[in-house]
């Protein structure tokens, strides 16, 4: 059973470990050399941050969501308890992938040189 004291101990020893992880995550001071890029000993020819394109993280999320919805698709052929709801359900799912993918071909997100 757990006592009043056993609480009060994990609650004192979860503060503790909570502070100390604060006070030793803090950011020390740092200089510019430190936050340079380093390029063989030369100071870089160009910026090291580039713009990012808003295309292509939206094709990556895309590709991210379908390549999780094959890995859902991937165990349908060793489920073997009833075929008939087997099949009604994968094909239902199959149906479901192939209108979100019309719907973002016909929104244009698929478009990578627009």
């Known amino acids: 059973m757990i006592t009043s004291m056993t609480i009060f101990m994990l609650i004192i020893i979860s503060s503790l470990s909570m502070f100390i992880t604060i006070l030793l995550s803090q950011k020390t001071i740092t200089d510019q050399e430190k936050l340079s890029p380093f390029e063989c000993g030369f100071n870089p020819a160009t910026s090291p941050r580039i713009p990012f394109s808003i295309r292509f993280f939206l094709i990556a999320m895309i590709f991210l969501v379908f390549d999780v919805e094959i890995v859902l698709l991937l165990p349908i052929p060793l489920i073997h308890m009833n075929p008939n709801i087997t099949i009604m359900s994968s094909t239902l799912?199959?149906?479901?992938?192939?209108?979100?993918?019309?719907h973002e071909w016909n929104k244009g997100a698929l478009n990578w040189a627009s």
């Not at 799912?93 to 192939?98: E, G």
């Open 93 to 102: 799912f199959i149906l479901i992938l192939l209108l979100g993918l019309f």
